[in-house]
């Protein structure tokens, strides 16, 4: 599964934009570039373990519930781009799936908020406002890629 590369200091592509973008958050330069790399990047999505559910779930096979964590009356859905960040944030072993940001952005309905690198100093929390400005931006790029073969 490919995830984020971490640079011998131990940040990512990923952290290096984030930190970038926090200098100036209005900065247009700062915002593209961390939001495509966000779009490109492959994030493992922690999921809930089946078995815990007595066959009650309405699971479907080859289909897994992700992780959703509740905090201040909203809902999260939890992603770190290592899988190293998960297991320091989970405190063990858990059960994952990588998802590309572009997915997410795709997705990700309201009221859901995403929760990127929860636990660690490049930590953001993705508002539904923000997220549905992703989707828009995946959703011209997916109608403008077949303009772009023919």
Same mark, same amino acid.
Request: charged residues 20%.
């Given at each position: 599964?490919?995830?984020?590369?971490?640079?011998p200091?131990?940040t990512?592509?990923?952290?290096?934009?984030?930190q970038?973008l $926090?200098?100036?958050?209005?900065d247009?330069? $700062?915002?593209?570039?961390?939001?495509?790399?966000?779009?490109?990047?492959?994030?493992?999505?922690?999921?809930?373990?089946?078995?815990?559910?007595?066959?009650?779930?309405?699971?479907?096979?080859?289909?897994?519930?992700?992780?959703i964590?509740?905090?201040?009356g909203?809902?999260?859905?939890m992603?770190?781009?290592t899988?190293?960040?998960l297991k320091?944030?989970a405190g063990?072993?858990v059960t994952?799936?990588?998802?590309p940001?572009?997915?997410l952005a795709a997705?990700?309905? %309201? %009221?859901?908020?995403?929760?990127?690198?929860?636990?660690?100093?490049y930590?953001k929390?993705?508002?539904?406002?923000e997220?549905?400005?992703? $989707?828009?931006?995946?959703?011209?790029?997916?109608?403008a890629?077949?303009e772009?073969?023919?």
């Open positions: 599964m490919v995830t984020a590369t971490e640079t200091q131990g990512t592509g990923l952290d290096q934009a984030l970038t $926090r200098v100036d958050m209005a247009a330069k $700062r915002q593209s570039k961390f939001y495509d790399i966000f779009l490109n990047t492959t994030f493992c999505v922690p999921t809930l373990d089946q078995q815990e559910f007595d066959g009650a779930s309405a699971v479907e096979e080859g289909q897994v519930l992700p992780l964590i509740e905090s201040e909203n809902d999260y859905l992603l770190f781009d899988e190293e960040r320091n944030w063990a072993d994952w799936v990588g998802v940001g572009y997915v997705t990700t309905m %309201p %009221p859901l908020h995403l929760a990127l690198n929860v636990g660690t100093e930590s929390q993705f508002l539904p406002d997220i549905a400005w992703l $989707r828009e931006v995946v959703e011209r790029c997916n109608s890629a077949p772009q073969e023919g």
